[in-house]
C-alpha cells in the first residue's frame, strides 16, 4: 500500500504539472475516438517505474491502459522525447541523479500490457482516468488497483481536482473543477485495502492523518443523489434519469468524470453511481478496479445491472449486463429493481 500510495502521488504531480498548460501537439485521437496526452503516457511510466523500484526483485506484471505503439513511429518521436522528459522531472524528486532514456520509457510503458486473469498477483492500472475531463480542466484521476488470484484487494485512486470537502449540486452543473488543485484542501486521495475499510487523506500532504470513509446511510430515492458521466456516449443519460425517476430521486445528477465518482459514493457525498455504455461497447477493468474495492470497502454494493458482483478474474474486460450500478445496500436492491423495469435486457 505504501509503494502504491506513493507512485499514485508521483503520478499525480505530474499531471497536475501538464493540465495547465496542455498544447494540442501534446495530445493525439486513439483509433477508437478517444484522446490521450503526454500525461496519461507519463503517468503510466512514473507509476510502473515507482512500482519497480520499491520491488526489484519481483517482476512487474500490471494491466494498464496505455501501449507504446503510437510512440515507437517516427511521427510519434517528438511527443515521446516529451514523455521522457516530463517524467524525468518526477524521477529527479524520487530518485536524485537516475534519467531514463526515451527507449527505457516506450519499454516501461509496454509493462502495462499484461492479461491479467483469475490467478497470480497483477496491477491494474489507468494512469488517467476521465481523459476527457483532463484536456476540459475538469476531474480525471489516477486509478491503481492491485489483484490477487482475480480478486480486487487493494485501491489507491487520486484525485488532484477534488475538493476535499463537500462538493455541491453547482459543481455538477458544470460538471467542472470549480477549483483546481493548488489550493491546500483540493485534492483527495483514497485507498483500501480488502478487509481494512476505505480512507481518504490529502492528495499533496504525505503525513496528514487519513480519515475513515463510509457511503450515506440514505434509504429513499428522495434523498439520493446520483452521479454519472460527463460524457452521455460513455453512459447514458436518459437510461439514469428514467432509473432515478422510478426511485423518486428529486436532485439534479451530479456529473464527474472518471472515478472521482467511486470516490464521491465512498465518501457518502454522492449516493448512486450509475453507468450505461452502449450496448456494443466492453467495460475495461482499470476503469473500475480502485473505486470498486473503496466502496465495497465503504459499505457499498457494486454491480452490473442484474445486481452480479464486478468479476475482475476474466482478464482486461469486465464480463457485465448492461451497466454498472454502484450504491448503498438499500438503494442498490431498489434499482436492480427498477433496472429490471425501466432498462430490461436486450
Ligand atoms: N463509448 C464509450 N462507452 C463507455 N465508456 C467509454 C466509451 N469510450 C470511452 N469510455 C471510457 O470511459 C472512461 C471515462 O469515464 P467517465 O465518463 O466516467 O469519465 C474512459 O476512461 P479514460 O478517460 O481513461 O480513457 C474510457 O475508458
Ligand atoms: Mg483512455
Ligand atoms: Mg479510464
Ligand atoms: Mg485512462
Not at 518526477?90 to 530518485?95: F, N
Not at 527505457?104 to 483469475?118: E, K, N
Not at 452521479?227 to 432515478?244: F, P, Q
Request: glycine share 10%; net charge negative; proline share 6%.
Amino acid at each position: 500500500m505504501a509503494s502504491a500510495k506513493e507512485a499514485v502521488r508521483l503520478a499525480s504531480r505530474l499531471c497536475q504539472d501538464v493540465q495547465r498548460q496542455l498544447s494540442a501537439e501534446e495530445r493525439v485521437d486513439k483509433k477508437d475516438d478517444s484522446p490521450v496526452t503526454v500525461a496519461d503516457y507519463g503517468a503510466q511510466v512514473v507509476v510502473a517505474w515507482s512500482l519497480q523500484r520499491a520491488d526489484p526483485a519481483t517482476r512487474l506484471s500490471m494491466v494498464a491502459e496505455e501501449d507504446s505503439a503510437e510512440l515507437r513511429t517516427p511521427a510519434g518521436r517528438a511527443m515521446l522525447e516529451r514523455i521522457t522528459a516530463l517524467v524525468n522531472s518526477v524521477v529527479a524528486t524520487a530518485a536524485p541523479g537516475e534519467v531514463l532514456s526515451p527507449e527505457q520509457v516506450l519499454d516501461i510503458i509496454d509493462l502495462g500490457a499484461s492479461q491479467g486473469g483469475p490467478s497470480g498477483r497483477h496491477w491494474v492500472l489507468d494512469p488517467i482516468d476521465g481523459t476527457r475531463g483532463f484536456v476540459g480542466m475538469r476531474q480525471y484521476s489516477v486509478c491503481l488497483g492491485m489483484l490477487q488470484d482475480g480478486e480486487v484487494v487493494l485501491g489507491v485512486l487520486g484525485c488532484p481536482n477534488l475538493p476535499q470537502g463537500p462538493v455541491g449540486d453547482d459543481d455538477g452543473a458544470a460538471g467542472s473543477a470549480q477549483r483546481l488543485s493548488g489550493d491546500a484542501d483540493v485534492g483527495c486521495l483514497f485507498f483500501s485495502e480488502r478487509g481494512q475499510g476505505a480512507w481518504v487523506e490529502p492528495l499533496w500532504n504525505a503525513d496528514a492523518a487519513p480519515a475513515p470513509v463510509r457511503v450515506a446511510e440514505v434509504t429513499e430515492g428522495a434523498e439520493a443523489r446520483f452521479m454519472e458521466s460527463v460524457e452521455s456516449r460513455h453512459s447514458s443519460h436518459s437510461i439514469n434519469a428514467a432509473l432515478a425517476r422510478e426511485l423518486g430521486v428529486v436532485r439534479p445528477p451530479l456529473r464527474m468524470d472518471s472515478q472521482v465518482k467511486y470516490g464521491l459514493l465512498s465518501r457518502g457525498c454522492g449516493t448512486i453511481f450509475m453507468r450505461f455504455p452502449p450496448a456494443t461497447y466492453k467495460e475495461k477493468i482499470w476503469d473500475h478496479a480502485a473505486g470498486f474495492v473503496i466502496v465495497e470497502e465503504a459499505g457499498g454494493r457494486v454491480t452490473d445491472a442484474a445486481g452480479v458482483r464486478l468479476d475482475f478474474s476474466k482478464g482486461r474486460f469486465l464480463a457485465l449486463d448492461r451497466g454498472i450500478i454502484a450504491a448503498p445496500p438499500a438503494l442498490h436492491e431498489k434499482l436492480v429493481a427498477a433496472a429490471a423495469k425501466v432498462a430490461p435486457k436486450a
